[in-house]
């Protein structure tokens, strides 16, 4: 069992008071976007060794079947299949999405043959992995999720009362969904002289008084990003408020964009990200046509269950699983021992995590690892997130 020292990742949409609320330390002025807890190769946890610190990866490198277990270093390979992150978000983030394990894979191999470096700006793929996450709200959260329904956003672009839209408010009443979908989504990739102008200035109009925090949120964005075309592939995208403990999961090829709030993050641990606007990094408008599913499903808000006394956030994937402890004092100690590794992570309150006879206090913000096969058992008065892989089987 090892407390975690982690890396606070200072991205400019990221906010400069909710992570240090939460931890209950000072400031520091500057944004701070995102901790990271976990063996990802570009910011690595790092815990305690003969009075060293060495890096998470290091260690799971050096005995992968003793940390990750059997099963977890057979289905994944020598590496942490997971990622957790506290993610703080006070300004957009840019449109996004995810590659699945095939399209990953194969543009990292192509990206390699090319001789693209790893840590080149423009490169798209950075590891072989797919990169499925889920977040969970630990205050008032928004976000854009999916594709919303075509006749829905045509009766959006309707209302903002802009001519240079009827085009594609033609196109999304009138042709299947995905095509429709697939063909304004390309349009606005590059859009017509004037059009993101004319967009921009009816948001304003739309937002003052309007009542809608749809509305409010799409001329938000409009004035973070001037001019970046980002914006009109948002309106695409279906608006989504979360309440703390509600999730939501995203899938591989789903635009998606978090707006503001504080939540934990869960990730299949990957660094692959193609972006369509709300951003200086880089873009590449084909790849990511290559990669979007142009589909209109209802964005789903996801609830715990409970599960083995512990409150489980569903997820249909195998490379992590995530559950909620909340502790009252008193009450009887939280037991899991599993055939996986484990992160333990406080977001409230002080808890002591147990293991084979030793314990580790650990308030907000703090996170503890435990290799496969190690007891976790967690007492105190507070909130935890456990993460561990989809695969794990209790062993006690």
Not at 215 to 236: C, E, K, N
Request: charge should be negative.
């Amino acid at each position: 069992m090892d407390l975690l020292s982690n890396t606070v990742q200072p991205y400019d949409w990221g906010s400069r008071t909710l992570l240090p609320e939460l931890m209950g330390v000072r400031p520091t002025g500057s944004p701070q976007a995102e901790l990271w807890m976990g063996a990802h190769p570009a910011a690595p946890s790092r815990v305690s060794r003969g009075g060293a610190l060495i890096t998470l990866d290091r260690l799971v490198a050096e005995d992968p079947e003793g940390q990750l277990g059997a099963g977890t270093a057979r289905r994944f390979g020598p590496r942490l299949p997971f990622l957790v992150k506290l993610l703080a978000a006070d300004a957009p983030l840019s449109v996004q999405v995810h590659p699945d394990l095939a399209q990953a894979q194969s543009g990292f191999a192509r990206e390699n043959a090319l001789g693209v470096p790893l840590d080149a700006p423009h490169r798209n793929y950075r590891d072989d992995q797919h990169k499925p996450e889920m977040i969970v709200a630990l205050t008032a959260f928004q976000g854009l999720c999916g594709f919303r329904n075509p006749t829905d956003t045509a009766d959006l672009f309707a209302s903002l009362e802009v001519p240079a839209l009827r085009p594609y408010i033609e196109t999304l009443r009138a042709v299947p969904e995905s095509q429709a979908l697939a063909e304004v989504f390309r349009a606005f990739l590059r859009p017509p002289a004037g059009l993101l102008d004319a967009v921009t200035e009816a948001l304003a109009v739309a937002a003052v008084g309007s009542g809608s925090a749809c509305v409010v949120a799409y001329d938000r964005i409009a004035r973070t990003w001037p001019g970046d075309a980002g914006l009109l592939s948002a309106l695409m995208l279906q608006y989504v408020e979360l309440s703390p403990g509600e999730a939501l999961f995203l899938g591989a090829g789903v635009p998606h964009a978090y707006l503001s709030g504080l939540g934990v993050e869960i990730m299949a641990s990957s660094d692959n990200v193609l972006r369509c606007g709300l951003t200086t990094k880089h873009v590449d408008a084909e790849e990511l046509i290559r990669v979007v599913r142009f589909a209109a499903p209802p964005a789903r808000v996801l609830v715990p269950r409970e599960e083995g006394g512990e409150e489980v956030y569903p997820a249909p994937v195998d490379d992590f699983r995530l559950s909620r402890h909340r502790l009252r004092s008193g009450e009887p100690r939280s037991r899991v021992t599993l055939d996986a590794p484990q992160i333990v992570l406080c977001t409230a309150g002080t808890l002591t995590v147990v293991s084979a006879g030793e314990s580790l206090g650990i308030g907000p913000g703090q996170a503890v690892y435990l290799p496969a096969g190690a007891e976790a058992g967690l007492e105190g008065a507070g909130v935890a997130y456990r993460a561990t892989t989809g695969t794990a089987e209790r062993l006690g």
